[in-house]
């Protein structure tokens, strides 16, 4: 089973960038798409951005398309969110996620622990 732990999460203020890390334990990253999901409190986690497996395919939601960045590094395990512009509502818990496919799906297979973003106004 993968394991996936985030880092980079912090308090940063309106208008700056974070870049939010997740390492993964196995090899076996380089088999799945991996996204990126957010939650905050009182709402449903919801989808930011996926890569494919070869990182050919890039998918994001329209509030975060043009500010925020996925990518991939296979040989290393790591897959990153480079967030830029950032916004306070912005502010949650990000979560990396592997899908079941090298494509991404509709529900990923497993989830990180999740690493919090502030962003103050």
């Known amino acids: 089973q993968v394991q996936l732990v985030e880092s980079g999460g912090g308090l940063v203020q309106a208008g700056g960038s974070l870049t939010l890390s997740c390492a993964a334990s196995e090899r076996t990253f380089s088999t799945y798409a991996m996204g990126w999901f957010r939650q905050t409190p009182g709402k449903a986690r919801e989808f930011l951005a996926a890569i494919s497996l070869r990182g050919s395919t890039k998918v994001y939601q329209d509030s975060v398309k043009g500010r925020f960045t996925i990518s991939r590094d296979n040989a290393k395990n790591i897959l990153w969110l480079q967030m830029n512009s950032l916004r306070p509502e912005d502010t949650g818990v990000y979560f990396c996620?592997?899908?079941?496919?090298?494509?991404?799906?509709?529900?990923?297979?497993?989830w990180g622990q999740g690493t919090q973003v502030t962003v103050s106004s």
């Open positions: 996620a592997r899908y079941n496919s090298p494509l991404p799906g509709a529900v990923p297979g497993e």
